[in-house]
């Protein structure tokens, strides 16, 4: 029998989502007493420690299971302090970059850290994510939120204007969500190894526009836009559909390659 | 100055891509001798080695970037015996199971191998894809594959029936590209961690219906689906609008958690 | 000077749109005489009657337009009792049906009479639409929905079964907004002209597969069916986007034309 | 028993629409004689005229079915010197700008005349469409596409710059398929009666942008873009799915109406 990867109980300290009825999700961090949880009601973390992950218990009335957070629930449930990059855009640049265990990667920008947490999980335990955010108070919540997903060790998150240059080299990709990713592409290009990607993510078509007439002008190669529109089947009585609610626009992602 | 990776230069025997005018792009593999490429030329492949990646050489009257081949290259490039499972689904995927460095996944289906190189670049060097595909034409495709894109270390392949059972524990995700993915849940569930991650991968909406159903029967939970329109954007000489051709109907994704 | 319509002005009785800041509307019937609008505030009907269509006017400190209702916003204003076809499917079928000025055109399933009323618009003055809505709370909606909008004389509703038959033959088109449509094609087939459109309005993919196999089977021809996403671009400072809104799933249109 | 309209038989000189095997259409001028038709073969015209519409009838070893060419089929039959506008926009703009039986419509650009044809449709028998088109070529196939189509005499077709002034006043609507609609607003607003609708269609962002920024600025109201994004869903053995082939982008619609 192949058993690869070993089971895991939870422990103090550990964050759980507790999947409620209606498919309600509450994350919580794992206590040793009682505690309140909205919507959940006053149960006492030691029921919840040394069960299997994956285990129902019962509170009040209703009945929850015990989850570890999947890395989609870390970015959906991050603290935010503007949009974030959402799965379906995170994982879709994260494979245009070429991205996986070990890579080394520039993010320009980390705004609340989603993408920065879905990179981190992906290039842990040998790869790393320089993150550049100049603003104070989003570097603030980026630590926080890579601490609560504990993934800190995989960024090297810099309060620093990428702008005024970086001392990487040879990045596998550099991934920029600023508002004028045209004026950084000198810099972009300048910390990745040749052959390495570049993406950007814009809301509109204007930013979108004057990226790849630069990224041309500069020279770069498979210069690509695209845009993911996401829509949800639902399952009810009379069969299935397309949700009613559909997920708006999000972003574009624009991608070139460097060469010398 | 950081230096996390090192450049390399071609060698004898790596595949790579040669990008030529109008972004066409030829897979080679770099032999020391004279070959005859069709849209390159005749050229001698001792130019190429040693040379670093990303450099330029010129080929009768055309120029070339030498590329290593990026992992949509490899996907995108595959032999194929079916319809793929191409980039912005697989890393959709990969992202809703949670798959990283040293997941271990089950896939049942292995068509051409596309799903299987692109998992395999995301869980090496410590995680591993246990691959089944019942038909041996397949399966010699998807070895194929493996091996030009240097990931077959990483994947059990298995030309083995999955409905028969398997010896695999604890997964992280079992991921199916199969037509009845409802007749194999039990099976999937049994290879699942709790917790665990099951995507299925379905052409049509009958099937997603089943599928969903048969999940709820047997009490899994998050269980969603998705689809993924993909639109490229194009800039020419009037601006930048969304292309005229578009990528069709792929396939939508269902996915569900295993609990106790 | 080529003049083909008169200008109009307001009369009493109008049903008119007042067109406040931040393109919020309001639909009133002109009274002469003082009336409270919500969000519009206290104004005496007699200040509106006699001015131009497209006028402006001042209520309190705000000013408003005095526009005609068109037809989009008769057709999003109607009183409802269930979900609406909408603009977008609403002309997309009247279109592929070939409904025009003088067409005749059986409605199954009039629900709130929102498409009754786009087609109405469509036929007038010549053409009819005789309309079926079992419900008898349902027909009174329509009702008092065609006498706001002025169509009345070119609908003729039926509080009836359209299953136990019709009197009507060669019609243009039949179009369908029922939960089994499948069931009430033999009578539809028996209401058109040869070469008539069938159009069927539908939620989910089980109904339009239901349908369509069902109008294979009985050898109509041209047999298509399809859907439509519909994206408001938006202009805000920084430039131009898809909207971060998105109007989900309406419904699915599925077409067949009659053959001897 | 109703009836409303009489059934019509197949004239010499009509326009019609052979049904062949594999949903192919083949578009011919009825003539009493032999003539030969590719990919139908030779047959006499005698053996249709008398037919009712929607007959069956063998040439060679095929079964073909007489149809009355829908509008549809004149669209999409029409010949073209550029790109047209297809069913879905054309039904979208002609709605959204409350076209109906009776409307008077100046149309800005008239290209091969897809839309005129649409609107002529419409808005017949008592309405008009003015239709501007500065190039000679192009007006010459709006001609013969409307001779064709049967719908000339509801068209007042013009070689003339609309930029340089118009004779036309109370239109209900002005829609321009232009590059540069914005410079055509002064123009198109003269036009319009008070309440009147502009619509303007144009493939890039940057013309929706200008277009709406120019609105705007001239204070028209009820400033708003859409895009309409066409699915076909197909039935096979598997049971229902949206196309793999899909139609790419067509092209942005600007709605505005005029106030005074």
Redesign the interface.
Known sequence: ???????KKVSEGDNVVL?GPD?RKYHITVQNGSSKVKGVGVFNGSRIIGQ?????ITIGSKDF?V??P???DKIETLQRKAQIIG??D???M???C?I???S?VVEVGAGSGALTV?LA?????D??I?SYEMREDHAKVVRRNLAATGLENFVDLRTADFSAGT??????AVIMDV?EPWTLLEQAVGAL???G?IATYS???????KT??ALREMGL??I?????????????E?????????????G?MTFA????
Chains 1, 2, 3, 4 share one sequence.
């Open positions: 029998v192949v058993v690869y990867l070993s089971r999947l498919a299997e992950y994956g285990s129902r299971f989850l570890r999947s890395i989609v799965p379906k995170a994982s879709f994260a494979m245009h070429g996986g265990p070990g080394l879905a999980h992906l290039v842990k335990p790869g790393k320089v001392d990487v080299t040879d990045a596998d508002p190894v040749p052959g990607h809301p509109t078509t204007n930013q979108v526009e790849i007439r190669v498979e690509r836009a695209f845009e993911l529109i996401q829509r949800e089947m639902v399952v009810g009379k069969g299935i559909r397309p949700s009613f609610e559909m997920l708006g626009h999000t574009y390659r460097k060469v010398l």
